[in-house]
């Protein structure tokens, strides 16, 4: 059924130069939003990001994507110091951190009146701006489903929810929701907030049990609110005809062909933003101790990272960044010989380079300490033409579904990674075959349609339930 929806998150679709042209945005939660535009009437508010953007900020314009897809899109401007508090104080790091668990809690975080001041006069800010973005196309649109997304929006839907009481609003939390007791890490007005937040929504998404049934205990024990009825779990997926016309492109083509030219025998992959959750530097360690039991693999084996920079204005990103090269250096300097570097480590924006990496691992390393689902861990496999295997932590919302056939990893023992690769390296082709073959049959069969599809009947469970 086609439906209109108002889509609001922090990230847009296209991010626009002054010239005018627009350029995709990357990133997972960007990617898997535009599959809507194919199947729905889409408002989609976002942030006004660049110069560009901040031209166009204010008052919806028709927008149409490469395939022929049409919708509007509603960018919103911030005052620079309320966004800044917003995104690089409180969404991250705190949030983020909060969320993955990745505070060293003896230590940090200090919660002090500068913070204080960034949750009012940022976070509150920002998200009461996007509030009223959405009531004011919901004037012209009353009977659009709002659809909300992660953890930049926890206090916008109970905004919206006063202004237009019978409003239909749902939230997707694209990261992983951790116990209760973790986020006794926020005074009790913020984390109280953030819970009643959500709950403003009819309808909260999260990709797996796990999450979900954390966010029911946090509910219940922060809140003593009891929400499982409108609960849901819906793994993101992606558009695997997406991934296989980008496979054939000439840009991946033409990467392919360098990293062909270039591979050693055996190819281990990671490709993520550098990113603490990520787990990169352990990934390094697991890698050197691999090759410190396996001295025949040394000028055979190599490790390919292709990383994005991500938040490097923050300081805990710019830091482990820093920690990442360190890592993939001192590992290097050990191991070179005769022109072979076991590591390979490119930091760079280049999504052809991802997808030719993609086709070619005999190796997926996906070891984050959490993650709310990691599509990479989808996304590679669908277009790996080597019967690769995938190393995965049980702690990504991906194992829920494709545990049975990776390798499973946690992500704190790097003794048992080094272990995993050496498995997945040694595998029979018969084996590695039959677990990739699987990954991709599941992939194509639960696609990010499906996603949508179990959260909009659900949706439409929770309002016939109310109109009883």
């Keep these: 059924m086609r439906r209109k929806l108002i889509v609001v998150s922090n990230r847009g679709p296209v991010t626009f130069s002054r010239d005018g042209s627009a350029r995709r945005s990357s990133g997972g939660l960007a990617t898997a939003l535009r599959s809507l535009l194919q199947y729905h009437d889409v408002t989609w508010i976002a942030s006004a990001s660049s110069d560009g953007d901040r031209e166009r900020a204010g008052v919806a314009f028709d ?96 905004i919206v929810r006063r202004e237009r009481p019978d409003a239909r609003l749902m939230h997707f939390v694209h990261v992983p929701w951790p116990q209760p007791d973790y986020w006794r890490v926020l005074p009790p007005s913020m984390r109280c907030t953030i819970h009643e937040g959500l709950i403003a929504n009819d309808l909260i998404g999260f990709h797996t049990d796990r999450w979900r049934s954390n966010f029911i205990y946090s509910a219940r024990e922060l809140l003593g609110e009891d929400v499982t009825h409108k609960t849901v779990t819906a793994p993101i997926s992606i558009d695997p005809s997406e991934f296989d016309d980008l496979a054939r492109s000439e840009p991946v083509l033409a990467a392919e062909r360098e990293l062909v030219a270039r591979r050693p025998e055996q190819l281990v992959v990671r490709v993520d933003r550098t990113d603490p959750s990520k787990n990169i530097v352990r990934g390094f360690r697991a890698f050197e101790l691999y090759l410190d039991a396996h001295p025949e693999a040394r000028g055979r084996v190599g490790m390919l990272a292709l990383l994005d920079p991500s938040r490097q204005d923050i300081p805990e990103y710019a830091e482990y960044l820093g920690a990442i090269e360190r890592e993939a250096r001192r590992v290097n300097d050990r191991f070179q010989e005769q022109g072979w570097r076991p590591v390979d480590l490119r930091i760079a924006d280049d999504f052809p380079r991802s997808i030719a990496a993609y086709k070619q691992f005999d190796v997926l390393l996906v070891n984050a300490i959490f993650d709310g689902m990691n599509l990479v861990a989808k996304e590679a496999p669908v277009v790996n033409t080597r019967d690769g295997v995938v190393v995965l932590s049980e702690n990504a919302g991906a194992h829920a579904e494709l545990g049975e056939w990776a390798l499973t990893v946690n992500p704190f023992d790097v003794e048992g990674q080094a272990q995993a690769i050496h498995e997945a390296l040694s595998m029979d082709r018969f084996e590695r075959k039959r677990r990739l073959d699987a990954i991709r049959r599941y992939v194509r069969e639960h696609d990010v349609n499906e996603w949508l599809d179990i959260q909009f009947a659900a949706l439409d469970r929770v309002a016939a339930t109310a109109r009883r």
């Design 63 to 158: 927008q149409t994507t490469d395939d022929g897809s049409s919708y509007r899109l509603h960018l919103v401007e911030h005052e620079e110091r309320a966004y800044d508090w917003f995104y690089n104080v409180v969404a991250n790091p705190m949030l983020w951190f909060v969320q993955h668990s990745l505070w060293e809690l003896a230590y940090t975080p200090k919660i002090d009146s500068a913070f204080h001041r960034a949750w009012r006069d940022g976070y509150e800010v920002v998200n009461a701006s996007f509030a009223a973005a959405v009531v004011a196309e919901l004037e012209r649109e009353p009977e659009a489903t709002v659809f909300f997304h992660d953890y930049h929006l926890y206090l916008a839907p109970p």
